[in-house]
């Protein structure tokens, strides 16, 4: 009897124990197997001139990397801070499309392994497909069906063969930081990013912030948009204060100490860069 207790006692044990290590081995893979961001690609604005918003970012030391400007179309011009990342100007059909921030855009080095990953996770990703500009490209929405784009910068892209030109006054050393994005609703929106997407949540309340996954160490702040938040993007540079006072120099305006809005009332604002291990750019 005592024999047979102690049989059932260690089956059960090593039962148990293999229980664990499965449950062990899925929790690694699923680790192993969370999406990673190269950061940022471009955010896009939809604005009211597309002169102006372009001569406003060329004061700041940016240039045009390339534009379409098609035939009965409105002109839509693509400003470049750094090889991985651009700011896009789409002009205005007419006053009754609103200003402001259209979408934002992040950057893979594997866009169909993101793809079938994020399909895993519940997310309607379509197949990714080759966008006009010559990059891999797929979208999804969120809550609000606000779009969102995740990009591959393919070689004999307009982007890729762009790389080392039109760096400006700027000389590619700014980065695209954190955006902030108004949204309809922050809980949704929130579990979105964070439990299926991959984004690190910070656990605050008000402005939610939420850290890219990987490297970069970039982020987005989400706000409700009721009422609709003013848009704000922040450059990342060495040294914030001595760029701020050079382009004080240059004739810009400062709304604060180091913020300043573009024509259509952006905030851009310039922080001083924290530099983040492994990070791509």
């Known amino acids: 009897m005592g024999i047979r207790l102690l049989s059932i006692l260690l089956l059960a044990?090593?039962?148990?124990?293999?229980?664990?290590?499965?449950?062990?081995?899925?929790s690694d893979t699923k680790e192993k197997t969370l999406p990673s961001l190269v950061g940022?690609?471009?955010?896009?604005?939809?604005?009211?001139?597309?002169?102006?918003?372009r001569a406003f970012y060329q004061k700041l030391g940016f240039e045009q990397s390339f534009e379409f400007n098609d035939l009965g179309n409105p002109p839509v011009s693509y400003i470049k801070v750094n090889?991985?990342?651009?700011?896009?100007?789409?002009?205005?059909?007419?006053?009754?499309?609103?200003?402001?921030?259209?979408?934002?855009?992040?950057?893979?080095?594997?866009?169909e392994a993101l793809q079938k990953e994020y399909v895993e996770r519940g997310v309607k990703a379509p197949e990714p497909k080759k966008a006009r500009?010559?990059?891999?490209?797929?979208?999804?929405?969120?809550?609000?069906?606000?779009?969102?784009?995740?990009?591959?910068?393919?070689?004999?892209?307009l982007h890729y063969q762009d790389r080392g030109k039109h760096l400006g006054a700027a000389q590619g050393i700014m980065h695209i930081e954190s955006v902030l994005v108004g949204v309809q609703d922050l809980a949704k929106s929130r579990a979105l990013y964070a439990t299926k997407l991959g984004f690190e949540d910070s656990g605050g309340q008000g402005v939610?912030?939420?850290?890219?996954?990987?490297?970069?160490?970039?982020?987005?702040?989400?706000?409700?948009?009721?009422?609709?938040?003013?848009?704000?993007?922040a450059f990342s540079v060495t040294n914030a204060g001595r760029i701020v006072n050079d382009l004080r120099q240059r004739g810009v305006v400062f709304d604060q100490e180091s913020s300043v809005s573009d024509p259509d009332g952006a905030i851009v604002m310039f922080t001083e860069r924290k530099e983040q291990k492994n990070a791509r750019h």
């Not at 044990?13 to 899925?26: D, L, N, R």
């Not at 500009?133 to 892209?157: C, K, R, W």
């Not at 996954?213 to 704000?232: D, T």
């Open 13 to 26: 044990f090593f039962i148990s124990h293999e229980a664990v290590s499965i449950q062990s081995a899925v």
């Open 40 to 53: 940022i690609a471009h955010v896009a604005f939809r604005v009211s001139d597309v002169a102006k918003s």
């Open 83 to 111: 090889d991985h990342q651009f700011i896009e100007l789409y002009q205005r059909k007419d006053d009754s499309q609103p200003i402001g921030l259209m979408h934002l855009c992040y950057e893979t080095n594997d866009i």
């Open 133 to 157: 500009a010559g990059n891999m490209l797929f979208i999804i929405h969120d809550p609000a069906d606000q779009v969102l784009e995740f990009t591959q910068y393919m070689p004999g892209s």
């Open 208 to 233: 939610i912030t939420l850290r890219l996954p990987g490297s970069s160490g970039q982020q987005i702040g989400l706000e409700s948009n009721n009422p609709l938040p003013m848009p704000r993007i």
